[in-house]
């Protein structure tokens, strides 16, 4: 297990076991934009549980070797205190 966040590892290693050649083919592969691989890569977004849960549906991997792989040492995943609020209308 990787001893801090690194993205890299865990799109490296899908990329491999699925035996793509690039992340455009990965990209492809999770149904995802190319630019949203490429800002996960830069560190510039996270890999959010959306992509995580795609992750593990094209590759079958569990959830925690797929968190394994990036270093991602959290037990939960939790919302912030803002999702699932009621958008507070301004009169």
Request: charged share 10%.
């Given at each position: 297990m990787p001893q801090h966040y690194d993205p890299n590892n865990l799109l490296d290693n899908i990329s491999y076991r699925?035996?793509?050649k690039n992340d455009a083919a990965l990209a492809r592969a999770l149904e995802v934009s190319p630019p949203i691989l490429s800002k996960v890569r830069h560190m510039r977004m996270p890999v959010g549980a959306s992509l995580l849960i795609r992750m593990h549906e094209v590759t079958g991997?569990?959830?925690?070797?797929l968190q394994d792989m990036m270093g991602d040492r959290r037990q939960k995943f939790r919302l912030s205190s803002a999702q699932g609020r009621p958008r507070q209308e301004f009169v």
């Open positions: 699925l035996q793509l991997l569990p959830m925690r070797q």
